[in-house]
């Protein structure tokens, strides 16, 4: 209807058009083009930002998986250690017997949770690998080289709720009112 009737007509519902585009028979002007882009990169950060928090949980899951893996085995070593020492003091008529077979049943056991770690390490390295693009093929294994930061910290809440407010994506695409903008 109002196709033509000016330029910031024109510049919100493009230039007219032979073929219809729509009801009022417009393209898409250049400032519906430009909230469109502006929508497409922040949902672009959101998923750049989200991508990198997946990374770093991942990379703290596969950490803790070595850990546990570690402990594992320094148990299967203390389980061996005391099967050894049992079978020392076992005497010739065998009255320890009961003993042995209890640290040997130890041992069994510390051998199979260092498997049951070893598998957890080898699922979220693959987890990691597949979040990462990488093959699954690949003969080196990703080993986490950094442990994950437990030092104290100490936020100045004010300047974090300024800064979120005006560069975190999700509040920059929602308008003041608190809908979200469709799209």
Known sequence: LLAGAGSMYTMIAGPVSDNIQGVTGV???????RQNSQ???TDFEISVTNYLRDVEMQYGKLYLAFQKHQIELDNKQDAERIL????ARRDASGSEL???VEAREGTLLAEQRVLEAL?????QESELRLLMG?????ERMIYPTDPPLTAEMKLDWNGAL???LTRRPELR???ADGRQRPG
């Open 98 to 100: 009961a003993r042995v």
């Open 134 to 138: 990488f093959t699954l093929q690949n």
């Open 27 to 33: 393209q898409q002007g250049i400032l519906i083009a």
């Open 119 to 123: 598998d957890e390490v080898y699922n």
């Open 162 to 164: 300024s800064t979120a």
């Open 173 to 175: 695409r929602t308008p």
């Open 84 to 87: 050894g020492i049992v079978t």
């Open 39 to 41: 929508i497409a990169l």
